[in-house]
């Protein structure tokens, strides 16, 4: 997480607005956005990020239960998180946000835990040099299986528009 601590009153309004803003709908309070955008530090934009998620089961069991027959249980799943220079990511409530200018990624606290990331992250973009807020896009996974392996990625599609 951040090394950018937010106060604990910030904390609390970012919460209260991150709900407002990801609730259901077409449009977003524009006031909302605009607070958001001014609570959350920005950090400058990386030219070459990466982050992945490593998912593996540990060895398993097979044998001959008394009474019962042959059984077998599986191994533990275990899961490894590799970043590289990735920016600062603030947990705030059920949150997890990375400001960089132009953009405001929030990603849902167990998105890691869920097979299908779609619905599971979002962004709000907005105009650098005013910090006027122009859209929210909302996360699509795709994904794309070679032989065993499996690559998902996610693209942006558009969500909602400022109110007004």
């Known amino acids: 997480m951040s090394d950018q601590d937010l106060p604990m009153e910030a904390r609390l309004e970012a919460h ?7 609730r259901d709908g077409q449009t ?27 998912q593996g089961r540990g ?9 019962i027959g042959d059984v077998e249980l599986d191994g533990e799943g275990r899961q490894k998180q590799v970043t590289w220079n ?7 409530g059920g949150y997890l946000v990375t400001h960089t200018p ?10 890691a835990t869920r097979e299908d990331l779609t619905g599971q992250s979002c962004q709000l973009l907005y105009d650098s040099e005013t910090d006027e807020p ?12 070679l032989l065993f392996i499996r690559l998902a990625y996610i693209s942006y599609a558009p969500w909602k528009v400022p109110e007004g």
Request: glycine letters at 6%.
């Open 102 to 111: 132009g953009q405001v990624v929030i990603d849902l606290l167990w998105i």
């Open 28 to 54: 977003f309070a524009r006031d909302d956005a605009r607070r958001l955008i001014a609570l959350i530090p920005v950090t400058p934009r990386r030219r070459f990020t990466f982050t992945g998620l490593f």
């Open 16 to 22: 209260a607005l991150l709900d407002r803003l990801t």
């Open 134 to 145: 122009r859209a929210m896009e909302i996360s699509v996974q795709k994904t794309l299986t």
């Open 86 to 92: 990735a920016p600062p990511v603030h947990r705030i």
């Open 59 to 67: 060895p398993g069991f097979r044998g001959r239960a008394a009474g």
